[in-house]
């Protein structure tokens, strides 16, 4: 019975807005991009590439494959000297004679380290770490930033929203005044304090940052659709047939403002992804035990002066990428949910 | 006497529109008139029959992204083909030849500008006037458009004027370069009826006076034989009759043009069930003509009684000062069980005020409200909530009333969940379906969204929302005002065979007093937020007391 029911249905506002999508052309091959993009970040999320992007696999500042081993060739790593023969003297006993023997012998005993490769397919940093591999596992952090921090920062200026334009009064006065206090405080001096209040570094603590200061424009668009729609007749309806409050503001104003929440959604994804970059190029970024494009991009600070440009590049061009073709969508997204501002 | 010059010609006009899905609409196919020198032709149809398609067409002001005008069709100007001019001929000939009225004078002015800046700024870019000579031009019109104290009101901003003259302003300027043919494009449908009188009695002397053409595109029959010479008229973008006013209102010979004068309600009879077009349509279909009676004897039940109910609004001027504005002021009557009683008066006489206010869906700031021997608007909310499925209401745009992210069935099935109507959700759909048969809806309709309707059929879904809850007293509010004539006749009908059948009571606000007069067995009539007269419906038509009552029965289109 279902069948028939549903071929008799009437496309819904989001399957109109899906086939308008579809008929744009940029839209899609941006959205393919994200997607791509995300099949990564689910791979290295999972394991399955990139796992190992911490070992040393190439030689310090391996070249990349393309430019060839060149004169960045490696000195070849001394072989552990041997351990010369201790004269035997007598009298003066090692003390640590024994410890060091038993050195030596778990050395010998290790597997040899396997030999560096010289070049790597897009180079390697300063302790032979392939970039590609970390350029892979850095899409993985910053997505996963971007994404949840623009969440985050969207439930939160959602909600605050729909109270301060639905109920307007002394809670929209009080919302109000706390928008206005977070955009009173200079950006910067802003994370800085959420940074020493939450007193860690990592991947958590950059989401809560960016989640936390960046609702405000989102807050404000909210509001004022529902300052919009609060009084449209379709309200006034569901208030006749009994809807309560939470029914008016969640059930039946949300899916007719969501769009507007949707674009900022991803306009914010971008945003917090550079942010991101900003970030740990400031230091404020993810830890040490973790990479993400903002922190290549650090390290690539001091591996310029010496020439080694393809860290900086890899993580250039795999963000740049990202955010041209996110934006992309944002715009293909924007035209088909509201084809009237077209 | 020499035959009249023939100032525009539309010959086999035939416009397609490109729809955002691909498909393509046949706005207009294949249509002809004329428009001669110095007479009014009058385009009625209703919408989407082409009417304001076709005269876009003429002035070359369709949207170029996704209109069409389909080689073959013809639109001639004193001899010169408007369809091959190159634009910049046309804006020339726009602006000195032929002009143009809009539909909403509020939205066609500039907010930030004085309406002499914008009228002088017509004068200064078509007939070169400049400083004081525009100027005085400018009150010179004003004055001719019937603007009060034009020197001092020139220099007003359009919020400063009402919407009467507001669009006596773009009257002005669409006149001040003399052009020799108006086109005005349903100049009054969003005014009062008192206003829409002046407005057209403006258009009608200054179209004799300047001895100009007109081409007045109305939905209106009513306003036809007080205005046009000549009627043109159109359904589904064909022309489906054209004559001299007078032949075609004593003689209709389309049937169409028959039913359309027919299902308008009558200011002096009252048929049990208003005739639609499909009565005429179909061959050898009856026309009842029983008269249904109207009016109370007076030992009806009472179902809903209101005392001195008030309503005001406050708007800060300063820091402490608060100017009230009494939007109701001591509503109070009484309204009898399966009985209708209408409300009439003008935008802002407080119609809606009082009926939101006695649901309790705006707060009241003072008065009573008695429904089953209690005060609705003493009760807290939670005790509210049993009263308020018993008291409905059916607002007026049916575009903006259901939520375009419900489909119909989910709009029937929300009351009765939250009324916890129907003991299962399979009796629930059940009865959804039940009330979308019976409202004349198909039962496909239960899975589409409300953009998959049209006006007319939106309306019968919020009709049907109502009476999922089973209430005693439906308020329509303006609801079959923002509809065509036709769809408007079966609703009509509709709310009448719903009444008969449940004995529910309705409060039918409209402005249109002929609608009110056929569905009400008492009409009150209200002026500034006060109930000016209040009678039975007959007796008031027939000898109205007030001096309000009878301005407005006067301006009645058609009376």
Not at chain 1, 233 to 244: I, K, P, Q, R, T
Not at chain 2, 215 to 227: E, K, N, P, W
Not at chain 2, 473 to 492: G, K, P, R, T, Y
Request: charged residues 20%.
């Amino acid at each position: 019975m279902n069948t028939p029911a549903a071929s008799m249905a009437s496309a819904g506002l989001w399957t109109l807005a899906w086939r308008r999508l579809l008929r744009d052309r940029v839209g899609m091959v941006s959205l393919a991009l994200v997607c791509g993009y995300l099949l990564i970040v689910i791979a290295a999320a999972a394991g399955i590439v990139a796992g190992d992007w911490a070992r040393e696999a190439g030689v310090n500042y391996a070249s990349p494959v393309f430019v060839g081993a060149g004169d960045s060739a490696p000195q070849a790593i001394a072989a552990v000297p041997a351990a010369p023969a201790v004269p035997s003297e007598p009298g003066i006993v090692d003390p640590l004679a024994g410890v060091l023997a038993e050195l030596r012998q778990n050395l010998a005993a290790a597997p040899p380290e396997p030999p560096r490769a010289a070049t790597l397919p897009l180079g390697g940093d300063k302790w032979g770490r392939d970039v590609l591999k970390k350029a892979v596992k850095g899409t993985e952090t910053s997505m996963i930033v971007g994404l949840v921090a623009a969440l985050l920062a969207v439930a939160i200026a959602t909600v605050m929203g729909a109270y301060a334009g639905y109920y307007g009064g002394r809670i929209d006065d009080f919302l109000n005044w706390l928008y206005s206090v977070f955009t009173a405080i200079p950006y910067l001096l802003l994370v800085l304090a959420i940074a020493a209040v939450l007193n860690q570094k990592g991947t958590l603590t950059v989401i809560l940052i960016l989640g936390l200061t960046g609702w405000t424009g989102i807050f404000r668009l909210v509001r004022a659709e529902y300052i919009k729609h609060r009084s449209r007749e379709y309200v006034l309806a569901a208030d006749a047939v009994g809807a309560s409050d939470a029914q008016r503001m969640f059930v039946h104003i949300l899916p007719n403002v969501s769009h507007v929440v949707l674009v900022q959604l991803s306009l914010h994804v971008v945003l917090f992804i550079k942010m991101e970059v900003i970030l740990s190029f400031l230091g404020f970024g993810v830890g040490v035990d973790t990479v993400s494009w903002g922190s290549m991009l650090n390290e690539s600070q001091a591996e310029l002066i010496l020439g080694k440009w393809w860290q900086l590049a890899a993580a250039t061009v795999a963000m740049a990428v990202l955010v041209t073709a996110f934006s992309l969508f944002t715009d293909a997204l924007r035209d088909a949910l509201d084809p009237r501002l077209k | 006497m020499s035959t009249p010059e023939t100032l525009l010609t539309v010959r086999n006009l035939k416009v397609d529109f490109r729809l955002d899905d691909g498909a393509v609409l046949h706005a207009v196919r294949g249509v002809s008139f004329s428009v001669l020198a110095d007479t009014t032709v009058a385009l009625v149809g209703e919408s989407g029959s082409g009417k304001s398609v076709s005269a876009l067409a003429a002035m070359g002001l369709l949207p170029a992204s996704n209109a069409t005008v389909l080689p073959g069709s013809m639109i001639e100007y004193r001899g010169r083909d408007l369809l091959r001019l190159q634009p910049r001929e046309m804006t020339a000939l726009r602006g000195a030849e032929i002009s143009m009225v809009f539909q909403e004078p509020m939205s066609s002015l500039n907010p930030v500008f004085s309406i002499g800046f914008q009228l002088i700024e017509v004068l200064e870019k078509h007939l070169g006037l400049r400083g004081r000579f525009a100027r005085n031009r400018a009150i010179e019109l004003l004055r001719e458009v019937g603007i009060p104290d034009a020197p001092t009101r020139i220099d007003a901003y359009p919020h400063q004027l009402s919407g009467g003259q507001q669009q006596r302003v773009m009257i002005a300027m669409a006149i001040a370069c003399e052009p020799r043919l108006l086109i005005a494009d349903e100049p009054t449908t969003a005014l009062d009826v008192t206003v829409q009188k002046q407005i057209l009695a403006l258009l009608a002397e200054l179209q004799k006076k300047r001895r100009m053409a007109m081409l007045f595109i109305t939905h209106d029959l009513g306003l036809v034989a007080q205005v046009a010479d000549h009627v043109v008229v159109m359904r589904d973008g064909e022309v489906r009759e054209q004559g001299a006013v007078a032949d075609v209102f004593r003689a209709p010979q389309d049937t169409y043009t028959k039913a359309l004068l027919a299902c308008r309600p009558p200011l002096d009879r009252r048929p049990h069930r208003l005739p639609v077009v499909d009565d005429f349509l179909k061959a050898g279909a009856v026309v009842e003509t029983a008269e249904r009676q109207r009016g109370l004897r007076g030992d009806e039940d009472i179902v809903l009684e209101v005392r001195q109910l008030a309503k005001s609004f406050y708007f800060r001027e300063s820091l402490l000062r608060q100017r009230e504005f009494k939007a109701l002021g001591n509503a109070s009557f009484k309204l009898a069980k399966g009985k209708t009683l209408g409300v009439v008066g003008e935008s802002g006489s407080g119609k809606t005020t009082m009926v939101l206010t006695l649901m309790r869906l705006i707060p009241a700031s003072g008065g009573t409200v008695l429904f089953d021997g209690r005060d609705l608007l003493s009760l807290t909310p939670a005790q509210a909530m049993t009263y308020k499925r018993r008291i409905q209401i059916v607002f007026q745009n049916p575009y903006a009333s259901l939520n375009p992210r419900f489909t119909a069935g989910q709009i029937l099935l929300e009351p009765m969940r939250i009324h916890g109507i129907g003991a299962t959700e399979v009796e629930r759909v059940a009865l959804a379906h039940e009330l979308l048969r019976k409202t004349g809806l198909p039962e496909t309709a239960f899975h589409k969204y409300p953009h998959a309707f049209s006006g007319g059929q939106r309306q019968r879904i919020a009709i049907a929302r109502c009476l999922t809850m089973k209430p005693d007293v439906l308020v329509c509010d303006e609801a079959v005002s923002a509809l065509d004539l036709s769809v408007q006749a079966q609703l009509l009908n509709l709310l009448q065979d719903l009444q008969d059948e449940s004995g529910m009571s309705y409060i039918f606000i409209s402005h249109d007093l002929a609608v009110v007069k056929y569905m009400s067995d008492t009409v009150m009539v209200m002026k500034d937020g006060e109930i000016v007269e209040m009678n039975d419906a007959d007796a008031l038509y027939r000898d109205p007391q007030q001096d309000y009552t009878r301005r407005l029965l006067a301006a009645v289109p058609g009376s």
